[in-house]
């Protein structure tokens, strides 16, 4: 616990020397780490609604707007397309700028383009608003950098863990609310075409409202916001080009990014393929089909916070080693499920299968950003931007690759192989080492002691 | 012994399952129907809006006899071939109950032998090319004769219908507004801690 003085804060909730809380209380809103956790899940969480309101919608939209089902696919990857350009820019703006007014920037800029979802009548105004709509994706990137700057090492797995966590519930409650938006719009005798026009007013003002909320009762870090630690701190500033490049040297970014490319961009790709894939393949009707989808979306809630405590845990009884092996082991049977689920022939086996692997691979990446906080202090954003950008490739680059519609095989031996993929590429995890904590099969080859200014000390 | 014949009994329900789900094949039914709709070739309906006349009956060169089965008939607007191109959601199949390509139904009435309807296109119709298709059903409700207004390729004889667009100078006019707001709001923020921050510096 800090002394209280004249010129520290005092904080309802313990810290440590650089103020950041060392314990995670989500029913405490007194604190500024809490406040901003919880700012951040919740403002994430609409952008994630906003980005997967249109998927379960798309069986009125692509007849009202005459789309083709290469229309469709096209449009579902340009929508992560717009966040992979995002996401890296966001992390360079969360350095300069601080992650509130990022944030808030950009949930308030990319809320007139779900607005104008009321305008668009042909295939490519569609595809375009799509891929400005997933630019709002890069929300995660800030979040993340958030729970990092607000939560010490002992915990931030954790909070990083839960605030991705429950904002991703977002793409799973969108899969199931928009659907009965529309269908109440109706009842009130209104055209279809015009109903789904009116249900999409919905996801943007809450999109806005969650960016204003970050502005007016957010703050950067503990002690204030990002312009006054500015002035009253002792760091050099930073260049950022300095922090740019810093960050792009770095390999460890560079296998992160992969890594997280095979978890949850595979998961994006399944929240985009898996009601589909259920409705053609078992012939489950609309609205089965839109409650599996939105099942696997909404095991986020408690599996990827898992996957940040379960690298919290492993971190505090084998230091980063720990959280390394646990990543490697959770991603590949992740991967051994995904091969599963290909290869699974009833429809309750699929179910369960899904199920598992929903657990597993979101705890995947819920452990991956339970590694990120450790790899570089000044390039923070930078790496975060690395790895989050990484996420949404992997989804543009599997669902390119295995399900756009273009390819000889059917979607479950697509499913089988997207799990191949991930097998192979969450090897290179093996590859990252860390000199003064070690990697995976060796040791630390410095003592603690003689860190430089490029790393943390884990606490 | 016992588990023999629950073994055969239940292979045999299963078997009659799927006649219950109508694995009828489209290939198997008869094209005994003379069907007529009013739209020209090409013509352009406008869908909540036009109306359209379709009349159907047995075919003028069979037998008095061969629609005593037939009880009821369902008269449907089918997507042409150039409306299901890269469309799975409107595919043809040849198993009845898998098919997609007549959506919506027109007229569906006990059958009788030169009959006519006139209705309005529902507002729901969707902008694509059409043809009109009518199926006969015996007591049990399979399909068991078929007519539309096309050729067995599904080239001659095909109309148009526009869809509804939805768009409404209201819903334009509410998105502009709340669009104009989440970006002065956001201005309006940066010039307030802008303020602040020249009121804390003096």
Same mark, same amino acid.
């Given at each position: 616990?800090?002394?209280?003085?004249?010129?520290?804060?005092?904080?309802?909730?313990?810290?440590?020397?650089?103020?950041?809380?060392?314990?995670?209380?989500?029913?405490?809103?007194?604190?500024?780490?809490?406040?901003?956790?919880?700012?951040?899940?919740?403002?994430?969480?609409?952008?994630?609604?906003?980005?997967?309101?249109?998927?379960?919608?798309?069986?009125?939209?692509?007849?009202?707007?005459?789309?083709?089902?290469?229309?469709?696919?096209?449009?579902?990857?340009?929508?992560?397309?717009?966040?992979?350009?995002?996401?890296?820019?966001?992390?360079?703006?969360?350095?300069?700028?601080?992650?509130?007014?990022?944030?808030?920037?950009?949930?308030?800029?990319?809320?007139?383009?779900?607005?104008?979802?009321?305008?668009?009548?042909?295939?490519?105004?569609?595809?375009?608003?799509?891929?400005?709509?997933?630019?709002?994706?890069?929300?995660?990137?800030?979040?993340?950098?958030?729970?990092?700057?607000?939560?010490?090492?002992?915990?931030?797995?954790?909070?990083?863990?839960?605030?991705?966590?429950?904002?991703?519930?977002?793409?799973?409650?969108?899969?199931?609310?928009?659907?009965?938006?529309?269908?109440?719009?109706? $009842? %009130? #005798? &209104?055209?279809?075409? @015009? !109903?789904?026009? +009116? /249900?999409?007013?919905?996801?943007?003002?809450?999109?806005?409202?969650?960016?204003?909320?970050?502005?007016?009762?957010?703050?950067?870090?503990?002690?204030?916001?990002?312009?006054?630690?500015?002035?009253?701190?002792?760091?050099?500033?930073?260049?950022?080009?300095?922090?740019?490049?810093?960050?792009?040297?770095?390999?460890?970014?560079?296998?992160?990014?992969?890594?997280?490319?095979?978890?949850?961009?595979?998961?994006?790709?399944?929240?985009?393929?898996?009601?589909?894939?259920?409705?053609? $393949? %078992? #012939? &489950?009707?609309?609205? @089965? !089909?839109?409650? +599996? /989808?939105?099942?696997?979306?909404?095991?986020?809630?408690?599996?990827?916070?898992?996957?940040?405590?379960?690298?919290?845990?492993?971190?505090?009884?084998?230091?980063?080693?720990?959280?390394?092996?646990?990543?490697?082991?959770?991603?590949?049977?992740?991967?051994?499920?995904?091969?599963?689920?290909?290869?699974?022939?009833?429809?309750?086996?699929?179910?369960?299968?899904?199920?598992?692997?929903?657990?597993?691979?979101?705890?995947?990446?819920?452990?991956?950003?339970?590694?990120?906080?450790?790899?570089?202090?000044?390039?923070?954003?930078?790496?975060?931007?690395?790895?989050?950008?990484?996420?949404?490739?992997?989804?543009?680059?599997?669902?390119?690759?295995?399900?756009?519609?273009?390819?000889?095989?059917?979607?479950?031996?697509?499913?089988?192989?997207?799990?191949?993929?991930?097998?192979?590429?969450?090897?290179?995890?093996?590859?990252?080492?860390?000199?003064?904590?070690?990697?995976?099969?060796?040791?630390?080859?410095?003592?603690?002691?003689?860190?430089?200014?490029?790393?943390?000390?884990?606490? | 012994?016992?588990?023999?014949?629950?073994?055969?009994?239940?292979?045999?329900?299963?078997?009659?399952?799927?006649?219950?789900?109508?694995?009828?094949?489209?290939?198997?039914?008869?094209?005994?129907?003379?069907?007529?709709?009013?739209?020209?070739?090409?013509?352009?309906?406008?869908?909540?809006?036009?109306?359209?006349?379709?009349?159907?009956?047995?075919?003028?060169?069979?037998?008095?006899?061969?629609?005593?089965?037939?009880?009821?008939?369902?008269?449907?607007?089918?997507?042409?071939?150039?409306?299901?191109?890269?469309?799975?959601?409107?595919?043809?199949?040849?198993?009845?109950?898998?098919?997609?390509?007549?959506?919506?139904?027109?007229?569906?009435?006990?059958?009788?032998?030169?009959?006519?309807?006139?209705?309005?296109?529902?507002?729901?119709?969707?902008?694509?090319?059409?043809?009109?298709?009518?199926?006969?059903?015996?007591?049990?409700?399979?399909?068991?004769?078929?007519?539309?207004?096309?050729?067995?390729?599904?080239?001659?004889?095909?109309?148009?219908?526009?869809?509804?667009?939805?768009?409404?100078?209201?819903?334009?006019?509410?998105?502009?507004?709340?669009?104009?707001?989440?970006?002065?709001?956001?201005?309006?923020?940066?010039?307030?801690?802008?303020?602040?921050?020249?009121?804390?510096?003096?």
């Amino acid at each position: 616990m800090e002394v209280p003085s004249k010129t520290q804060p005092l904080f309802s909730i313990p810290v440590d020397s650089d103020h950041k809380a060392t314990e995670f209380k989500p029913f405490d809103l007194s604190s500024p780490h809490m406040r901003a956790f919880h700012l951040a899940w919740f403002s994430l969480f609409s952008c994630f609604f906003s980005t997967f309101s249109i998927p379960p919608l798309l069986p009125i939209i692509r007849d009202d707007l005459n789309l083709s089902d290469t229309d469709v696919g096209n449009a579902g990857i340009a929508s992560f397309a717009g966040s992979i350009f995002s996401r890296l820019a966001m992390g360079p703006a969360c350095d300069l700028v601080g992650p509130r007014m990022a944030s808030a920037t950009l949930s308030l800029l990319t809320a007139p383009v779900v607005f104008s979802v009321a305008f668009i009548s042909s295939p490519q105004a569609f595809i375009l608003l799509r891929f400005l709509i997933g630019f709002s994706l890069a929300n995660f990137v800030s979040s993340q950098f958030w729970m990092s700057s607000m939560f010490s090492s002992c915990v931030v797995g954790r909070a990083n863990g839960v605030a991705a966590g429950w904002a991703n519930v977002g793409s799973g409650l969108a899969q199931v609310v928009m659907p009965l938006l529309y269908t109440l719009i109706m $009842r %009130f #005798n &209104v055209q279809s075409s @015009m !109903a789904w026009r +009116i /249900a999409f007013i919905v996801p943007p003002i809450f999109q806005a409202a969650t960016g204003l909320m970050v502005l007016a009762f957010g703050q950067d870090l503990p002690d204030g916001n990002y312009k006054h630690r500015r002035r009253t701190s002792k760091e050099p500033k930073q260049k950022v080009f300095d922090v740019l490049f810093n960050g792009l040297k770095n390999y460890r970014g560079w296998i992160l990014g992969l890594t997280y490319g095979f978890c949850f961009g595979v998961e994006l790709t399944t929240d985009n393929i898996i009601a589909e894939y259920f409705y053609d $393949r %078992f #012939n &489950v009707n609309m609205d @089965m !089909a839109g409650l +599996i /989808a939105a099942t696997f979306g909404m095991a986020n809630c408690v599996s990827r916070p898992t996957g940040g405590v379960v690298s919290d845990e492993m971190g505090k009884r084998f230091g980063i080693r720990g959280r390394l092996w646990s990543l490697w082991l959770v991603q590949t049977v992740a991967g051994l499920l995904c091969v599963l689920l290909g290869r699974v022939n009833s429809l309750w086996g699929s179910i369960l299968v899904m199920c598992s692997f929903s657990l597993f691979v979101q705890a995947a990446s819920g452990l991956t950003f339970g590694v990120v906080p450790f790899v570089s202090k000044r390039s923070l954003g930078v790496i975060s931007g690395m790895t989050g950008s990484g996420g949404t490739v992997g989804a543009v680059v599997t669902q390119l690759l295995l399900f756009s519609g273009s390819n000889k095989f059917s979607t479950q031996t697509g499913i089988s192989l997207m799990g191949l993929t991930m097998l192979l590429c969450t090897l290179p995890i093996t590859l990252i080492y860390f000199p003064q904590w070690g990697g995976m099969f060796c040791g630390p080859s410095i003592e603690p002691d003689s860190i430089n200014d490029d790393y943390y000390l884990l606490v | 012994m016992e588990s023999y014949y629950l073994l055969k009994t239940s292979l045999l329900l299963f078997c009659l399952v799927e006649t219950c789900y109508g694995g009828g094949l489209f290939s198997s039914l008869q094209q005994t129907l003379a069907v007529t709709a009013s739209p020209r070739e090409s013509q352009v309906l406008k869908a909540g809006e036009d109306s359209i006349t379709v009349t159907w009956g047995l075919n003028q060169s069979l037998g008095p006899g061969t629609d005593d089965l037939y009880k009821s008939v369902k008269v449907k607007l089918c997507y042409a071939p150039n409306s299901q191109v890269d469309r799975k959601w409107r595919k043809t199949s040849d198993n009845l109950s898998k098919d997609k390509t007549c959506q919506f139904t027109i007229v569906n009435k006990p059958y009788g032998n030169n009959q006519s309807f006139e209705g309005q296109i529902e507002r729901d119709v969707p902008t694509a090319a059409y043809f009109v298709r009518a199926y006969a059903y015996n007591s049990a409700g399979e399909e068991v004769a078929f007519g539309q207004t096309t050729d067995a390729k599904k080239k001659n004889n095909l109309f148009e219908i526009e869809g509804i667009s939805g768009r409404h100078m209201s819903i334009d006019t509410a998105s502009i507004c709340f669009s104009a707001f989440s970006l002065v709001s956001l201005f309006g923020f940066f010039l307030v801690e802008r303020r602040n921050r020249r009121l804390a510096k003096n």
